[in-house]
Each structure stands twice: as structure tokens, then as C-alpha cells.
């Protein structure tokens, strides 16, 4: 599992999504370069890789990228519990996190599965299909049960949901 420190409120523009032949999923909370990321890499196979990029500075997320899977399930995880706007910041210094490290980044191995409805994608950790709070920036939602991150959804526009099923 994966426990987030706390929320960064600060606020950064909306994400930008792109869904293309190539990557099915990418997300940033940014315009421009950044001068470094960390990449949680979470899946742990060759068919199975979502990367979370992360400041290495303060451990807030900057991005995500969903670069393949083979698991699918249903989007039927009710939307529930409290929302916070915002993004998830990890603790890079934790032990979990030291455990994990290989790199430039850090490898969680761990159930992954997709759901696509019209109007979002939704990417499940760890075989958990609940959550009882969220993080929302913009169009993307983190997931969590207290402080797990149990899963992502990202609103699509029905362009992008189109192109996403030329994945499946």
C-alpha cells in the first residue's frame, strides 16, 4: 500500500490529458520542463505500468502516466466520502518508500486493473474497488481509503474515451 503525508492546496493549472496511439494515458499538472522527476512505478510487470511522477523536492505528484495494462474491470466504484481539492504528497523519506527504491524511482508491485466509462478512465490499485476520500486536481481524482491511494479516475472528453478503447 501506499500512504500520502498530507495534500498540496496550492494551486497549479488544470492537467493537461492526452490519450494518443502510443500512450494510453498521460497526465501532468504542469506546462513546460520540470527539473527532475521521481517515477513510482506501480504494476510490476510488462503488461501492467502505471508511473506516478513525483517532485523529488516535496514528494507531490506532477503526473501520471498509465503506459500499459491487461486487466480490466468494470467502473462501478461509487463516488463517496470527502473531496479535497488538491494533490497527493508522499512521504519520500519514509520507510516504505526507502524499501521501494530502485534508481531513479521506485517499484510497488501490485494488482492493477482499468475500468473506461464515456466520460472517464478509472485505474484500481491493489485489487481495491472502494475509497472514502479523494483528491481532486482539475479532471483527476485520486482515490483513497483513509490515507491509501487505492486508485485514480481521470475525466475524458468522448474524444479521448474514443481513442482510450483503441487500447482495450
Do not use: W
Not at 13 to 32: A, C, K, N, W
Not at 147 to 154: A, S
Amino acid at each position: 500500500m501506499l500512504t500520502i503525508l498530507s495534500v498540496d492546496q496550492c494551486t497549479y493549472p488544470d492537467p493537461v490529458i492526452e490519450v494518443d496511439d502510443y500512450i494510453p494515458l498521460s497526465v501532468r499538472t504542469y506546462s513546460g520542463l520540470l527539473g527532475g522527476v521521481l517515477y513510482l512505478r506501480l504494476g510490476g510487470s510488462k503488461t501492467n505500468l502505471l508511473e506516478l511522477l513525483l517532485s523529488p523536492e516535496s514528494g507531490v505528484v506532477r503526473g501520471i502516466t498509465l503506459t500499459t495494462f491487461d486487466k480490466m474491470h468494470t467502473s462501478n466504484i461509487p463516488e463517496e466520502g470527502v473531496t479535497e481539492q488538491g494533490l497527493p504528497i508522499f512521504d519520500l523519506g519514509s520507510d516504505d518508500f526507502k524499501r521501494l527504491e530502485s534508481g531513479f524511482g521506485f517499484d510497488q508491485h501490485c494488482p492493477l486493473s482499468v475500468g473506461l466509462r464515456d466520460d472517464f478512465v478509472e485505474i484500481e490499485l491493489f485489487g481495491i474497488s472502494s475509497y472514502n476520500r479523494a483528491i481532486r486536481h482539475g479532471k483527476m481524482v485520486f482515490l483513497l481509503n483513509g490515507m491509501e491511494l487505492v486508485g485514480v479516475r481521470v475525466e475524458l472528453s468522448r474524444e479521448q474515451a474514443k481513442k482510450f478503447k483503441l487500447h482495450l
